[in-house]
């Protein structure tokens, strides 16, 4: 049984050491990404004015040309 995972280590080294890398730069960059969205501090959004205005209701008695 421990030789056939030596065996498998040896013939397939390349591959297993590129998931590592791909695997550890992934887990970098996520948490990375995290700390730095944590230590931002944002304020949040506040609407001064309404962004629309009040829908007119198709069924009211205008006529339209």
């Known amino acids: 049984m421990l030789t056939k995972i030596i065996e498998f280590v040896k013939k397939n080294n390349e591959d297993i050491v590129l998931f590592v890398a791909i695997v550890l730069a992934s887990m970098f960059s996520f948490s990375l990404g995290y700390i730095i969205a944590k230590t931002e ?25």
């Not at 959004?45 to 006529?63: A, G, M, R």
């Open 41 to 65: 501090e944002k304020e949040p959004l506040e609407f001064e004015k309404p962004i629309y205005e009040e829908e007119v209701s198709i069924l009211d008695n205008t006529t339209y040309l």
